[in-house]
Structure formats: structure tokens, C-alpha cells
């Protein structure tokens, strides 16, 4: 996969501490998914009421992605703590077969992607090493994915875009800069511009 040559400088990302907004497929309403110092979980309802509490390994890594997993219209909650990917049911359980393995730190992410809109999910991850990881669930690289790690400090996750041909594209955008990558990375960008200030 892809090394960046960046000087890493992981400080230049934001990484949101929560607390994430999630909807509880058994209310249909809107909830809170929050983490405590002891990297506890915590989900309340609408109303501020603490429905469950559970203990948890890590800090999230600034994403809590909803997603449908066995595809019944039953909401599961996936974050990302050190190496892992985890998926939790409304109750707090983790769904089986997770934690899966992703083999290197996680600094943020995941976002998640229905591809194919047949609910296989892809999960996006901005590495600790600088470099974007795209993964199916159980922690697999993504068929055909060759890896993006840019000369410079990526400062978020990228963002899927539709190029004027109708190719999807990826938008990374670095300390000083915007890279444009075709859907399956690779080691060279289509593109690169200034950011606008």
C-alpha cells in the first residue's frame, strides 16, 4: 500500500471528542452517542435520559457512522478505536464477528460508504501514518484499492466526489493543499491545487 513521505504532524487534525448524533431504530428518534473519561460509552435519548452505559478499550477516533448492517431496518453504530473497527447495536452490544482488525492505528474516521446501495459497506479511515485506508467491514482493503498517502499532512477525511465524466474521484485535502485521486487511489494524484484560504 501507499507510505507518505509527509512530515506527520498529527495535531493538524481534528479529531471530534463527540458527543454524535445517532438514531435509535427502535424510537425512530434521534440520540446521543457520548464517551466519558474512562472511554466508557454513553447513549441518551431525546429527552437527556441515559439508556445504557458500556466500557469501551479507546478514544473513538472523531466518527460514530450509522449503517444497517443486516440489512432488517435495524440501526448498528460504527467507530473506530486504535486498529479496530467496531459495530454496536442500539443496546450497546457489539454485533458479531467485530471488533475486525485493520492492521494500523486509526487517527480518524470511519466514513462510511454503500457503494453499490446494496448495504456493502465500505469504511474510510485517515491512518495515524498519513496515508486513507478503504476496507469492506471485516477489516479486508477494499478490492482493487491501491492506498493515498500524499507528500503532505492530510488534515481530514476525503471526500467522494463526481468528476464532469461521471468518474467518482477523491478529494483530499492536506495542510496546503487539495489532491484530486481516482476512486481506487494510487501512488500518483490526478490533480493537485492550493487551498483557498
Known amino acids: 500500500p501507499a507510505k507518505s513521505s509527509a512530515k506527520i504532524d498529527p495535531s493538524a487534525v481534528t479529531v471530534p471528542a463527540g458527543p454524535f448524533t445517532v438514531t435509535n ?3 425512530g428518534k434521534k440520540n446521543t452517542l457520548s464517551q466519558k473519561e474512562d472511554n466508557s460509552l454513553v447513549l441518551t435519548d431525546e429527552k437527556g435520559k441515559v439508556l445504557w452505559t458500556k466500557a469501551f478499550p479507546g478514544k473513538i477516533c472523531g466518527s460514530a457512522e450509522e449503517l444497517d448492517y443486516y440489512n432488517n431496518k435495524k440501526i448498528q453504530f460504527l467507530v473506530a478505536t486504535g ?50 485506508g478503504l476496507y469492506d467491514l471485516h477489516g479486508r482493503v477494499r478490492q482493487g484499492w491501491k492506498g493515498i498517502a500524499p507528500p503532505e499532512q492530510i488534515v481530514c477525511l476525503p471526500e467522494l466526489q463526481t468528476d464532469r465524466t461521471g468518474k467518482k474521484i477523491w478529494k483530499v485535502t492536506t495542510v496546503s493543499r487539495v489532491y484530486t485521486y481516482p476512486f481506487n487511489g494510487g501512488p500518483e494524484p490526478i490533480s493537485k491545487e492550493k487551498r483557498k484560504k
Open 25 to 27: 431504530s427502535g424510537t
Open 83 to 132: 486498529t479496530k473497527l467496531y459495530l454496536l447495536d442500539r443496546l450497546g452490544r457489539v454485533v458479531k464477528d467485530f471488533p475486525s482488525e485493520l492492521g494500523k492505528e486509526v487517527l480518524l474516521g470511519p466514513a462510511v460508504y454503500d457503494f453499490s446501495g446494496a448495504h456493502g459497506y465500505s469504511a474510510v479511515v485517515l491512518h495515524s501514518d498519513n496515508s486513507i
